[in-house]
């Protein structure tokens, strides 16, 4: 069974740091681009920072210069630092990636999340 697992969520004080990783596993034959998503409280989801499989990234204007997202292909893991962080990025932090399967097929997976609380 293909999945993706979410781990190092927590509650930290303002300013602090974190760092979230996201572990694929099962059959898969490659995986593409991956990126981290988040929702607050009350919020849509949100697109926070994406990397390709050619290790280019990109960030919401928000996270700039305080997220780093970054993957080790040879343990299928992707992960996100977050440092200075702000009651704002208080949300449940998803996962995506884009799998290939050994059937040919292409998944486009999710976590099912980790909790950051951001206190002030």
């Known amino acids: 069974q293909v999945q993706l697992v979410e781990s190092g969520g927590g509650l930290v004080q303002a300013g602090g740091s974190l760092r979230l990783s996201c572990a694929a596993s099962g059959s898969i034959s490659s995986i593409d681009a991956m990126a981290w998503y988040r929702q607050g409280p009350g919020k849509t989801r949100e697109w926070v920072a994406g990397?390709?499989?050619?290790?280019?990234?990109n960030y919401i204007d928000s996270v700039k210069g305080r997220f780093t997202i970054s993957r080790d292909n040879a343990k299928n893991t992707m992960y996100l630092q977050m440092n200075s962080l702000i009651p704002g990025d208080t949300a449940v932090y998803y996962c995506?990636?884009?799998?290939?399967?050994?059937?040919?097929?292409?998944?486009?997976?999710w976590g099912k999340g980790t909790l950051v609380t951001v206190s002030s």
């Open positions: 990397i390709g499989s050619g290790e280019n990234t």
């Open positions: 995506n990636a884009v799998l290939g399967l050994p059937s040919g097929l292409i998944m486009h997976a």
